[in-house]
């Protein structure tokens, strides 16, 4: 960290023109800005993928008008074949996973806002910065791709176990080209989550300002920051993993096809591959994954929380250690996702306990938060509502996580709908919560318009108990034996459950229709909302020092100095009840 470095970080002239201002731009708010509108546009098509599966789940024979334009094999007279469900499930967790939880509240809220926070004017790499974007944006239209050609998409799941995913289109439906373009989009979307891992490392390391220490940022600047060095790691193993997948797939290759296979009656000619490589790979990718998606969001509901109850957290230091330790052991209980794969029972044990040791940090997170809570006067807003609401999911998906570190008893739970309700709380609706929370809070300031209040409590509400309604019951389902991944139940054993899944796709529907209020607010409060202030929240971190929006270089070609930490609320004999961080006022009176 040094004054040249930081007069160095922009390193690109003012935009000039409509294409390089909007569209190629090299400025990381535009890039932040188009990452945000990337995972609107996922989560939306992922929102109506599962409402189609819920449908169909209640309702398997009912015809869904128009669906047949989209697949007339998957769908025949607009009725899902079971094979097309699975394929509705492979995208509906591909899109969710990689292109929203991953979007949003990292690459889309980092991009916007870790330059800001540490003083910079851009990030290290602004080209670098616009090729991430691109690169995914190219990865997402490969994936919607397998939805036009004739083969459809893959049936394999988001997890695209080998050797299903490995053989061709032996393996039924949509693993012929649709297959082929999954493993190229992943693979795709791996070269531009490196490139942004790489930008936010070297622009939290070199370019903060004068004054800008380590512990002098906020705690979503370190959320972000160690997001980035995990996902550096993840995929980078995701990506020869692909390849590998694909190499199977194209050019005879045996990395994951054993030696024997037969496949719709067909002897594959593969030999000495392994089927649990490729789940070694995935899984070594794919729990660090889940902290890729929930920390930005725990760092975000962090920064939130101390804004609106107006002092600091019992010990934002903790926060930040916690998270480093989250980050360490994620490395550590990939295995657990493989308890059913037939390993040794003494391996089994061996990921049993990191599993339960990854739990000491996000627990000791949670009694931070509930223990700066207890006696705080909290401003009730939009903002903080989704943030509590994240604690909220965090905590109830977090629990049945206990459970599943066992392997006697994952082994029972693991195909059912106990892990479904278990990671979409934890993981998707908890991170989803940290992303609205960060809208409300930072749209002013990125659109210069003030988010309407009022819709903004009502959106809350509904999708909080919405949520709840829906993801609460597939833990009962699970501990009665539902098996997940069923495209309908209509035996003896499943159908007294029917009612309790008509429950669910109603919550599920009522649920995505008011993300409309949200919807509606985010475009009518872009043109129409009340004009932003600097500062509205009060807050004491660098964002708050610039203009709303900021200007393409952020502080107007001045260097910021940063004098205080980066949370100084309730200060006595300061002028008002906070600080801040690059005002010299002394912070005790």
Known sequence: MEDASAQQAHVHAPPEGFLRKYVFSLDHKVIGKQYYALGLLAVCMGMVLSWLMRFHLVWPTARIPGLELLSKAGAPGGIITPEYYLSLLTMHGTLMVFFVLTNAPFAAFGNYFLPIQIGAEDMAFPRFNMMSFWTTLVAFLVLILAFVIPDGPPISGWTSYAPLSAVGKDAGPGMGWGM?????SIAIFCIGSLLGALNFISTTLDLRAKGMTLMRMPICTWAWFITSCIALLAFAVLLPACILLILDRTAGTSFFIPSGLVVSDRLQPHSGGSPLLW????????????????????????????????????????????????????????????????MNPFSSLLFSFPTLTITIPATIMTLIWLGSLYGANIRINSASLFALGFISMFVSGGVSGFFLAQPSIDIVLHATYFVVGHFHMVMGVASIFGVFAGTYFWFGKMTGRMMNETLGQLHFWLTFIGTYCIFMPFHYLGLVGNIRRYSAFVNDFTGPLMPLHKFITIAALGTGAAQLVFIFNLIYSRYKGAPAPENPWNGTTLEWSIPSPPPWNNFGGKHPVIYHDPYQYDVKGSKGDYIMQDSPEPSAG
Do not use: C, D, T
């Open 180 to 184: 082929n373009l999954w493993a190229i």
């Open 279 to 342: 789940q070694h790979l995935f899984w070594f990718f794919g729990h660090p994954e889940v902290y890729i998606a929930i920390l930005p969001s725990m760092g975000i509901v962090s920064h939130i929380l101390i804004n609106s109850m107006r002092k600091p957290l019992l010990s934002a230091r903790v926060i930040i250690y916690s998270m480093m330790s989250i980050g360490f052991l994620s490395w550590m209980v990939w295995g657990h996702h493989m308890f059913v794969s037939g």
